[in-house]
């Protein structure tokens, strides 16, 4: 059987890995591949290859350049190894734009997509996320496994487990800052007070071999041990022992299927513009929701047309402790989440807000406006820096501003894809939502010494949390023009498949990646199963 998989970020990686130990299945990949610049790879190496303390300062400070922030107080767009490559136009962008302030960087052209950059969060939906979706986390727990254990994983035995179960034999994760311990020490103590009040605090669960890890600062610009899973990882080790054929420089704009089934996908050739055909049994589309959702729209004319796209708005939450850090730094550090409070509404985890919280980095220092920086305002800002622990949290996609993409009119031009607009428009519940979010959390704020600084918790701009989808979701009645069945399939498709979060019927508050990868390894494994 041949398949191809269109993509190569983590809803590829899944299909790749549920499939790669069927001998019979011929597996393709059509990818742009966009890659990290060549010196930064050499300075990477060599990086690698010693101690923290032998690393060469030229190299050090081409990789681990801190992004420059649009707008004071604004979280900028994050680079990894000092490289914007993941957001780079491969002419996956070309045609998209967005109104006001929405994002506009919705589709990576890179090998191994956004999970380049992304968080490295890992934890199962809870089962409360699961009453709207047509399937249980019963059946989705089997592929929760199977990804955790294909990929580094680092996470610890806490409170959080009675909603998101541990699921496997994790790595033990790196030794967390001074407040991190003190924050987690403090729940100990005052768990009934705590809980009272709806808030879970446990550690974080990562995509990361922490018992490796060298506690150099580095993981918010690029780890230089690659000890942080990205989706390339799977393919490189996928491609090293010939169980994949991987075609890069190509960007995918029809996919069509016959009455017999068979399935023919046509790219364009970057470098050459020329239109190349592939042909299948079956094809996997894992572009991301917004990609997929245009390869889509072009080849079943789906265009002229608005589609609901749904998201789990991010939102940034700083908070200070009355104890201060003794030293600002993140030198001997390790700088990803470190911890997460749950902040929950109900019983089963449906109705709640997740706040991933992150320790001091210089990031944080670099995002200031520069005067903040110079004498005689500099004590007083290292002085509150030493307190501030960063909250990157998110409210479900019910309760978050509605996205719509407008797309274009069908593309005259062979080898393009239709426009599209991203959009938003207010929705009444968010502004209670996320009030409700910061009165727990202020009541939680003493016993945990970790308090919301009023006024100052900011929604990021629509499309921004990259925690989205829905445009086909899977529905209980099947396949319509903006439903796919449990499948991935949508409108008169039986061999076409969509992987990624497109298919996401909601986007709970709770972390993204791996449920779009223990669906996609699902849907991966069920079709070929009944082929």
Known sequence: MDVVIVGSGPSAAAVALALQHMPDVAITILDLGGQLEQERVVARTAMAESRPQQWNQADLQLLSAPPKSAAP?????????????????????????????????????????????????????????????????????PHYRQILTQIPYSAESDDLEEVFPLMGRPDRLPKVTARTSAVLNRYERHRIAVRRHGVTAGHARLALRGSSCELCGLCMTG??????????????????????????????YRVEEDDSGAVAVHATEVATGRTVTFRADRVFLGAGAIGTTRIVAGSLGLTDRKIDLVESVQFMMPLLSLRPMRELTQDGEFTLNQFNLFVTFDSDGRDAALIHCY??????????????????????TSAGLRRLTVGLGYLPSWDSPFVELEVGPQPLNEGALPSVRVTSRPNEATGPALQRVIRRLRRTGRPLDLHPIPGQTKLSAAAKSYHYGGTFAMSRQGPG?????????????????????SVFPTVPATTFTLTVMANAHRIATRALEGA
């Open 359 to 380: 320790p001091y980095n210089d990031i944080m220092l670099n995002s200031l406006p520069a005067f903040l920086m110079k004498p005689p305002i500099e004590p007083i």
């Open 481 to 501: 023009e903006f439903t796919s069945d449990t499948l991935g399939r949508v409108g008169p498709w039986r061999n076409v498949h969509l992987v990624d979060g």
């Open 73 to 141: 107080g604004k979280i900028p767009t994050k680079q990894i190894y000092g490289s914007n490559f993941p957001f780079e136009n491969l002419g996956q962008l070309d045609d998209i734009d967005a109104a006001e302030l929405a994002n506009d960087l919705v589709v990576s052209g890179a090998y191994g997509g956004f999970s380049n950059t992304w968080g490295a969060q890992v934890m199962p939906y809870s089962t409360g996320t699961f009453r709207d979706w047509p399937i249980t986390r019963q059946e989705l727990e």
């Open 223 to 252: 780890c230089p041990y690659e000890l942080i899973y990205t989706a390339s990882q799977t393919f490189d080790d996928l491609r090293a022992h010939g169980r994949v054929n991987y075609h890069s420089g190509l960007k995918v």
